[in-house]
Structure formats: structure tokens, C-alpha cells
């Protein structure tokens, strides 16, 4: 049974602290993701990885950085937690494929909360 | 810029109507898909659509790609309980990674 996983369900962090949000998937996937989801807007990307330490940015990267050391993991960095980061994170991943037709296979989210 | 937009944000019915929700936008997409998201999971895949006019079913649910590949509708015949849930649809374009995803369309139907 294939499977994303993410580190924590719920998470509460102050304004100001750093928050480290980890995926790691099972099915040697190329491709991973991290967006953010909130009512009315859908997900949003952040960022996405092809390769082991490559990385581009999505449409909201400000305020994030992400890292990749190693293909199965793929981790999501708030350097300084803000009340506007407070939303719904979700982690995914894909296979490499150009054609754009894959399925992406998500993990069960991490709520972030912050005071 | 939200490029996709699903009409309507929410829908209550009673159990064995029907439905349609709709995902619309300015852009031409190579493909699109349907997710469906319960509540504490991350959105499933339930359908990929490519061709333009495209028409695919799984089971009770109907999903159709428009023409022009800028649109696409799903349709819920005889709606069951276990339907509840978020529905994204979410469009690619060929040579990228990058899947743009609509606002939502959270769906309750009511026993």
C-alpha cells in the first residue's frame, strides 16, 4: 500500500519560532510537493522537488524554504512563524513524468497552528 | 492568481439527487483531474481526463472534459452519503510538474 506520511497531524507554534514540517513517501517517487490549503482558495503550491537537493518554488514560497537530502523525504521550513502561516499543509508526491497525466498521492496534512 | 474556478463553493442535498459541479477556467490544460477529499485525509484521485470532449465514468460519477480543454464538469447521479466530501479538480500542462488546483467544491449529502 503506497503511502506519504507526514510528521504531525496538529502542530501549535508561537510568532517567531522555527517550524519544521517532514514528509517522507515509500513509493520512489521522483517528484514531491508542498502546498498549503485554505477554505475558498484550494491548494496552493509552495514548492516542489524533482530531484534529490533540487528544488523551484511555487506560487507562495515567501516565508518558506524547503529541503531534500535524500529522495524520500522532502522537508518544509518556516524560518520564522508568522499567524498568516496558520493553514492546512499538505505534503505530496509523483512520479517523473513529463506528461503531466499522474497521479499525485497525498498525505493526511499537518494543521499547523500559530500563536 | 487563482486560474481555476469550481462552482459552487458548497452544495448540501438529500440523499439520491443529483448534482453537477463545475470546474472553469481561462487556460488550456493538457489534463485535468478530479480529487476528493474527506475530512482529516488528503484529496484521492478519482479521475484523469486528457482528450477535449472527454468523457469518463466511474461508477455514479460522470466526468467530462470540455472541448476546448479549458473546462470540465462532474456529475453525481443518485448521491449516497458516503459522497460527502471536497471536491478539487486540479489542471497540468505538459512539460511541467506543476498541477494548478481549483478553489473547491465541499459537498454534504444529508441521509
Known amino acids: 500500500d503506497v503511502k506519504v506520511t507526514q510528521s504531525s497531524r496538529y502542530l501549535v507554534k508561537r510568532t517567531g519560532e522555527k517550524v519544521f514540517l517532514e514528509c517522507v513517501q515509500d513509493?520512489?517517487?521522483?517528484?514531491m510537493f508542498w502546498y498549503r490549503q485554505d477554505p475558498g482558495l484550494g491548494l496552493r503550491l509552495i514548492y516542489f522537488s524533482y530531484d534529490v537537493k533540487m528544488k523551484e518554488k511555487g506560487d507562495i514560497p515567501e516565508g518558506y524554504s524547503v529541503s531534500r537530502e535524500k529522495k524520500e523525504r522532502f522537508s518544509l521550513i518556516l524560518e520564522s512563524a508568522s499567524t498568516n502561516q496558520t493553514s492546512m499543509y499538505l505534503c505530496?508526491?509523483?512520479?517523473?513524468?513529463?506528461?503531466?497525466?499522474?497521479?499525485?498521492?497525498f498525505g493526511p496534512g499537518t494543521r499547523l497552528t500559530v500563536l | 492568481t487563482q486560474l481555476l474556478e469550481q462552482s459552487p463553493q458548497f452544495l448540501s442535498i438529500q440523499e439520491g439527487e443529483n448534482l453537477t459541479v463545475y470546474c472553469n477556467s481561462s487556460?488550456?490544460?493538457?489534463?485535468l483531474q478530479w480529487y476528493r477529499q474527506e475530512p482529516g485525509e488528503g484529496p484521492v484521485l478519482l479521475v484523469t481526463v486528457v482528450t477535449g470532449g472527454e468523457v469518463k465514468k466511474l461508477k455514479r460519477l460522470t466526468f467530462q472534459f470540455g472541448d476546448a480543454r479549458k473546462d470540465s464538469s462532474l456529475h453525481i447521479t443518485a448521491a449516497q452519503t458516503g459522497d460527502t466530501g471536497l471536491y478539487l479538480c486540479?489542471?497540468?500542462?505538459?512539460?511541467?510538474?506543476?498541477?494548478?488546483f481549483g478553489t473547491g467544491t465541499r459537498l454534504k449529502v444529508l441521509a
Open positions: 505530496a508526491s509523483s512520479p517523473l513524468d513529463r506528461s503531466g497525466f499522474n497521479e499525485q498521492f
Open positions: 513509493m520512489d517517487h521522483e517528484n
Open positions: 487556460s488550456v490544460f493538457s489534463s
Open positions: 486540479a489542471g497540468t500542462y505538459s512539460g511541467t510538474y506543476k498541477y494548478i
